[in-house]
């Protein structure tokens, strides 16, 4: 089992390139075992960041624009996290403007 370099995931099957984001795998790219345990452990923080970014948007698109190039997965999670958040905080702004109106 390899891990790609460029998204994180994990590709179970003999490819010449992640079936994720069709970077080519080369030799150098492969992981040994002790890389693997820590992208699981990284998985977990990442999630956490995701759903603290919900609720703090800009703590997620700090930490996105600080660690893009190094921890590609989990700055992309709070990312998400961000815009998740900033999605709701306006939809919640509308809502109550339009309440306002009526």
Request: aromatic share 8%; glycine share 6%; with cysteine.
């Amino acid at each position: 089992m390899t891990i790609c370099v460029n998204c994180g995931r994990k590709i179970d099957v003999v490819s010449r390139e992640c079936p994720y984001c069709h970077t080519p795998i080369t030799v150098g790219n492969i992981t040994n075992f002790k890389n693997i345990k820590s992208q699981e452990h990284d998985d977990d923080n990442s999630k956490l960041l995701m759903i603290l970014s919900v609720f703090i948007p800009v703590l997620g698109i700090v930490y996105y624009l600080l660690y893009r190039n190094e921890l590609t997965t989990k700055s992309k999670n709070a990312l998400g996290g961000a815009l998740i958040g900033i999605t709701l905080i306006l939809a919640v702004i509308i809502i109550l403007f339009l309440l306002k109106l009526f």
